[in-house]
């Protein structure tokens, strides 16, 4: 029988093989972690009783490979106890030659929805494998996969009804495709134009961006509009981040493969497997992969532990999160954009509420929790306003919707990525400091002389230097400018105030 493992978001062809010779009954189960063995043998045992075929009571040897694969989850259980009936003479398995076949199995005989169907097809057609059954549950999700034939099944009887030419498997539910939900909208967002700004510069140079102020300045609503003017995902990333959901057992039922990029939003007492991934069995992916090729927002980042924080760094560098596992390192993609908000101080009371009594040195150390290794991967570092009234009752405030920003952010992409086409950088974020420097892109002094006066003053660090230049480049790409101008300059310092207070 074929099956399929997942590692990581990886699948790879697992061959289940079962022999079954006179002897003591007995039953050897190899290629399987231990715990695993037990749960997989007494449910597969139970689960062929009750379908109503009889367990063979000699001595059964199940064997798993590759071997050295790791692998963990319930998925093998369909694939075991057709070998096992196999092996026993019971059930020919030609109708099953060249099929993948996955599915866990309850003790009635019930066959059960598996996390991560999605990437095991994915492995099938890799493998060269055509037609997958999988638990009726999971066929929707299944059939996402193009050029693969799926049929689902609810039961274990009638799989094996199936085999025997007595009954029918499942076609897909083909229910009505559900209409995307639309995120919140630009749109909503009243005033806020450095917010706004922000946001803007962040999408279309791919930055991380923090923003500090106080509650009401419009952070979190900010934040939750990123993903609404970035790109749609393309085939290959709809399929990953789609699959990472899979795994993660949030995929909703009938939706069709993800096209937006995500948004998590993890609260800041969310534990370190919450953020990076873990669990027991099989791995499940954390908000961070969750967030692949889309938008991991931190909202009152200070508050995250210290640990929490610290678990980011590695995987924001490398793109991807290693889990150590008892079976050996499962890896998830984990591309992000990071956003992270937070207040001035940490009692958090609205500007110009007299009640905060927090010292300097309270909010120094409070924002102190940032810094560091996190807050130095950050280009945009803006200081947001709270809304005044005036600005809530001015009735020309232009209030551009998400799809008219999402256009220019589109433009200046396509700039950045046809610049960068020789060494193969996808943003402006990616370009590393030396190469703005070097010869063939320095600025010209002149425009260059915002810049330089608050390094020479102190005010602004070599690295933050670099990310200036970062900035500039961003912003000429959304005015449709070859090369920043010294306004660009100007406006890029002005993304980095957070620095600079
Ligand atoms: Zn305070």
Redesign the pocket.
């Known amino acids: 029988m074929l099956s399929v493992g997942l590692v990581g978001v990886r699948g790879h062809l697992v061959e289940v093989e079962a022999d079954v010779a006179s002897g003591l009954p007995l039953v050897a189960l190899s290629g399987l972690p231990d715990t695993a063995l037990h749960e997989a043998r007494d449910r597969v045992r139970a689960a062929i009783v009750n379908s109503g075929q009889a367990w063979p009571n000699r001595r059964i040897t199940i064997n798993l490979l590759p071997a050295s694969l790791p692998k963990s989850g319930s998925g093998f259980d369909i694939a075991v106890a057709c070998a096992v009936l196999a092996g026993a003479g019971e059930l020919p398995l030609a109708a099953l030659h060249g099929v993948v076949v996955v599915g866990e199995l309850g003790l009635d005989g019930r066959v059960q929805p598996v996390r991560g169907v999605l990437p095991m097809v994915l492995a099938a057609i890799r493998a060269g494998i055509r037609r997958v059954v999988v638990p009726q549950a999971n066929a929707a999700e299944a059939a996402l996969v193009p050029g693969v034939t799926v049929r689902g099944t609810d039961t274990l009887h009638r799989l094996i009804g199936f085999v025997r030419g007595s009954e029918r498997l499942l076609d897909p539910p083909a229910g009505p495709p559900l209409e995307p939900v639309a995120g919140p909208d630009l749109a909503d967002v009243v005033g806020q134009g450095v917010g706004r700004r922000a946001i803007e510069v962040a999408a279309a140079g791919n930055h991380h961006l923090a923003m500090m102020g106080p509650p009401g300045a419009g952070k979190t609503m900010l934040a939750h509009r990123l993903p609404s003017i970035l790109p749609d995902l393309d085939d290959e990333a709809a399929l990953e981040v789609t699959a990472l959901y899979s795994i993660a057992g949030t995929l909703p039922a009938g939706a069709p493969l993800l096209r937006r990029p995500p948004l998590q939003a993890p609260h800041h007492s969310a534990s370190v497997p919450a953020l990076v991934g873990g669990g027991s069995g099989l791995a499940r992916p954390g908000a961070l992969s969750l967030a692949h090729r889309g938008v991991l927002f931190l909202d009152e980042a200070p508050e995250f532990s210290p640990r929490a924080l610290e678990s980011l760094r590695q995987p924001l560098e490398q793109g991807a999160v290693s889990l150590r596992r008892t079976q050996g390192e499962t890896t998830f993609p984990a591309r992000v954009q990071l956003v992270l908000a937070a207040n001035p101080?940490?009692?958090?009371?609205p500007a110009g509420d007299q009640v905060?009594?927090?010292t300097a040195l309270a909010r120094r150390r409070y924002l102190g929790r940032l810094s560091g290794p996190l807050l130095d991967r950050i280009d945009i570092q803006v200081g947001l306003d709270p809304l005044t009234t005036a600005v809530l009752l001015d009735e020309h405030l232009v209030q551009e919707p998400s799809a008219v920003v999402a256009d220019r952010v589109a433009k200046a992409r396509a700039a950045a990525v046809a610049r960068w086409a020789e060494p193969g950088w996808r943003s402006n974020a990616e370009v590393p400091g030396p190469v703005l420097r070097s010869a063939g892109w320095r600025l010209p002094r002149s425009v260059l002389l915002p810049v330089r006066q608050l390094l020479d003053r102190g005010e602004l660090s070599a690295r933050g230097y670099d990310r200036v230049l970062r900035l500039a480049w961003t912003i000429a790409d959304l005015a449709g400018r070859d090369r920043p101008d010294r306004g660009d300059v100007c406006e890029a310092t002005e993304l980095r105030r957070g620095e600079l207070r």
């Open positions: 101080c940490p009692c958090a009371k905060c009594e927090c």
